[in-house]
């Protein structure tokens, strides 16, 4: 199996790298820039050049029986477009299967959280919020799998962090939150599942202990 990962150069791509070699797979690492994306030399690594603003470059570099695993994210504001940017050129480059990272809260999991985290969030993220949505929904559309985290961490990982399909998912006043590492593997996993798992949303949960 060949893993894709879009938004490689990121903080959760380059855990969705790392992840994906440990398991054995052969991994193409999407960037802007390979000549500063800083990656090691490894054996099943290849490092491509691709911009999501050009989805020509996105589709040269996704084969029909690739797995597509996205951390994609934005900096700000003013890269506000980029994920459904994203979204729309993953789609159309049609893969096996594609994985994408969303934010709990927004979106179909905005029923998830408390009345008020929800409009925090979409207070929060501005125009972001409406570039997370669309993406998601372009994904679920084509028959690819959203998984949605809360804040990001650079902590280790967190063993009791599981996933669970939307509607099995409990309200809670705020979403779990996960290091990067810990939604990097959970997205691994989902992604090398076989048969791809018909639920399209997942929320990341905490297993009882």
């Given at each position: 199996m060949r893993i894709v990962v879009l938004g490689a150069s990121g903080g959760t791509g380059r855990e969705l790298v790392v992840h994906a070699?440990?398991?054995?797979?052969?991994?193409?690492?999407?960037?802007?820039?390979?000549?500063?994306?800083g990656f090691a030399p490894h054996p099943q690594l290849e490092v491509v050049r691709a911009d999501v603003n050009d989805a020509a470059s996105?589709?040269?570099?996704?084969?029909?029986?690739?797995?597509?695993?996205?951390?994609?994210?934005?900096?700000?504001?003013?890269?506000?477009?980029?994920?459904?940017?994203?979204?729309?050129?993953?789609?159309?480059?049609?893969?096996?299967?594609?994985?994408?990272?969303?934010?709990?809260?927004?979106?179909?999991?905005?029923?998830?959280?408390?009345?008020?985290?929800?409009?925090?969030?979409?207070?929060?993220?501005?125009?972001?919020?409406?570039?997370?949505?669309?993406?998601?929904?372009?994904?679920?559309?084509?028959?690819?799998?959203?998984?949605?985290?809360?804040?990001?961490?650079?902590?280790?990982?967190?063993?009791?962090?599981?996933?669970?399909?939307?509607?099995?998912?409990?309200?809670?006043?705020?979403p779990y939150g996960a290091s990067r590492i810990s939604v990097a593997r959970l997205m691994i996993e989902l992604a090398t599942r076989s048969?791809?798992?018909?639920?399209?949303?997942?929320?990341?949960?905490?297993?009882?202990?």
């Open positions: 070699l440990a398991g054995g797979h052969q991994v193409r690492a999407l960037v802007r820039n390979p000549d500063s994306a996105v589709a040269a570099a996704i084969g029909p029986d690739d797995v597509v695993v996205s951390g994609l994210g934005v900096r700000g504001r003013a890269e506000t477009g980029t994920l459904t940017a994203g979204a729309r050129a993953v789609v159309a480059a049609h893969p096996a299967r594609i994985v994408w990272l969303g934010a709990s809260g927004t979106g179909p999991s905005a029923t998830k959280v408390g009345g008020v985290t929800a409009w925090l969030l979409r207070r929060m993220f501005g125009p972001e919020y409406d570039d997370k949505v669309t993406a998601d929904t372009a994904v679920l559309a084509a028959g690819g799998t959203v998984v949605h985290s809360g804040p990001l961490s650079d902590k280790a990982d967190d063993a009791r962090l599981t996933l669970a399909p939307l509607a099995a998912v409990r309200k809670r006043l705020f048969p791809a798992d018909p639920e399209g949303l997942f929320l990341i949960q905490k297993a009882k202990s």
